[in-house]
């Protein structure tokens, strides 16, 4: 499946914008404890309806027991969590309209893969007939229709993932949990599954939670990111939000790759601050207003592939850098250029190898000038 | 690397299945002899087997013992079963220690004792001793070892089965018959098969549990060897030998077919992929 663009479809949905809006799952004030560790530290969050939501962080970041307690596999030490309006306190997993893949997929081993998917069906009392329809229905959707008879252990990685899908699927739940859905399939199959998970996900109309620590997997798919760290909430936002305005060093260190100074302000000017970074002795300028004082102590954020690198001195006295190329790392698309600034700091930058020629290629040791717009970078006061 | 084994390696084999297997070769070969007396070969026959089929004693000693092994296996293999589910998920209770203790306990505790605390137990609450007491008694000691099986097969078991059975809308009792006993199965089928055997073959217990009207048929070739062994109990114990050895060794054909399918299913899967 090729890979198409995703953005137009959902260009007006931002239900999260309108504070009328009622939220379709709510964690309000949610703590869970294991013993003295605090998975969940005071936690709430709004998902809205129809939304594809991911819950972003690295291991032991709370994500996975959140989504449990929304299960019903954890109970909550504190707080409550609301589905459609209904408090779920005490509701157990399997009365809860909910379904979740599991990362190991936990297909019925002793089951064929039609029985796998008919499991949650027979479990409503469905009629018989209409459970062969739905089981037809569920498999063409991901396109096992001849794998019907066959056990699981009979399927690759690929296979057995998309028969957990259908199975979660089946019973055509209000919300469905995905726990690290493309953790155990190769890089190719994943970034396909990427793609037939979204438009699954807008053709079904349901309400789609993931958890995952990839952050690229969770900014191709989702409509909003909650980055997640130590049980709390770091920052909620759409992917491009989170990429280009990080609010604070941790969201922009964790997602993709960035530059960071340590700078103090130096003025303030409505729209325009001026900084400088002292072990870089370098004059900033960004067009952000900033809320820290005079002399307090910030960051300044920089994307490498916002930094340009040329031999040529660039003009202006501010947003400049010069220093030694001292390593490239060659991508094939993009090669990224270590630059060292004055002894000890290095600065990224991104450079996509847009020939497969170059008339004058940099090299190690070359003296290079880093350059950035004024609205590049972002000023991170955490 | 060197293909084939060291003459020492052949030696140690050799010795070894000699030592194990010698006696019961001997056993076997003398049940088909002519002559009455049992050390002294007096040509092939197969009369002490018609024999056999005429002593109604040794006979009903035979469906006693084949009666108590297969109550106090079915019993012992749900007791053990249930007992293993506890040991093997709920984590850390109060006295978690002291149960698992208790539960492995009459594996190494010896048959006398065992016997005789039995045999005290029934004693005191006034039960005649026969059939039910030696099937109790089995059940008690080999449950345990049940337990130990079916606690080795749950330890591979993945917990996120039950979850998305549960999440697909089943109740928790549900669940454990239709997802968790089919897949620990095999434990639970090769714990009973375990639990048989000890019952078929246990004579200690047995005689401290037993009344007057119970006799298994280890009890009663015991007390027929100590008139004076005859090649009739030759023939019985080739066809005890013989069941157990048939009952092994289907078993463990059947797992390895089913492993060597399985492994085979899962290379095609992959390569189809």
Known sequence: ?382 | MRKGASWFNVTSLVLGFAFLYLPIVLLVIYSFNESRLVTVWGGFSTKWYVELLSNQQLLDAAWVTVRVAFFSATLATALGTLAAIVLARSGRFVGRTLFSGMVYAPLVMPEVILGLSLLLLFVAVDQARGFWTIMIAHTTFAMCYVAVVVQSRLAGFDRALEEAAQDLGCPPLRTFFSVTLPIILPGVIAGWMLAFTLSLDDLVIASFTTGPEATTLPMKIYSQVRLGVTPEINAVCTILVGLVTVIVVTASIVTKRQEVLKERDMRQAEAQA
């Open chain 1, 1 to 382: 499946m090729a890979k198409k663009p995703i953005g137009p479809i959902r260009r007006d949905f931002a239900p999260w914008d309108d504070p009328q809006a009622r939220p379709y799952i709510e964690f309000r004030n949610v703590t869970k404890k294991f013993g003295d560790f605090t998975a969940v530290d005071n936690l709430s969050l709004k998902i809205h309806e129809r939304e594809f939501f991911a819950l972003l962080g690295g291991s032991g970041c709370g994500k996975t027991t959140m989504m449990r307690m929304l299960a019903g596999f954890e109970t909550p030490n504190a707080g409550e969590i609301f589905l459609d309006g209904q408090n779920l306190a005490g509701v157990p997993p399997h009365r809860r309209p909910v379904n979740m893949m599991f990362q190991s997929y936990a297909l019925f081993p002793h089951m064929s893969v039609e029985a796998n998917v008919a499991f949650g069906l027979k479990q409503e009392g469905m009629p018989r007939a209409e459970i062969a329809g739905r089981v037809e229905e569920m498999l063409s959707l991901v396109k096992l229709q001849d794998f019907a008879k066959r056990k699981p252990h009979q399927l690759s990685g690929g296979q057995r993932q998309r028969v957990a899908l259908a199975r979660s699927l089946a019973k055509k739940p209000k919300v469905l949990l995905l726990d690290e859905p493309l953790g155990a399939l190769d890089r190719k199959l994943r970034e396909e599954t990427q793609f037939e998970l979204t438009d699954l996900q807008q053709d079904l109309g349901m309400t789609f939670v993931i958890v995952t620590h990839d952050q690229e997997e969770a900014m191709t798919m989702a409509d909003r990111i909650a980055v997640m760290d130590k049980g709390r909430i770091v920052q909620i936002a759409t992917p491009s939000e989170i990429y280009e305005v990080p609010n604070s060093r941790f969201v922009a260190d964790f997602i993709g790759d960035i530059n960071l100074m340590e700078c103090k302000v130096v003025a303030r000017n409505g729209e325009m601050t001026k900084l400088h970074a002292p072990l870089f002795d370098c004059a900033i300028e960004v067009a952000q207003s900033v809320e820290a004082g005079i002399g307090e102590t910030v960051w300044f954020a920089i994307r490498p592939e916002k930094v340009r690198i040329s031999f040529d001195e660039p003009e202006g006295p501010a947003n400049r850098l010069t220093g030694e190329v001292w390593d490239i790392g060659y991508l094939g698309d993009v090669s990224i250029y270590h630059t060292h600034i004055a002894e000890e700091e290095t600065v990224r930058a991104t450079v996509a190898n847009r020939s497969r020629v170059v008339e004058r290629p940099m090299s190690w040791e070359d003296k290079v000038w880093l350059s950035w717009d004024r609205d590049a970078g972002v000023v991170l006061t955490r």
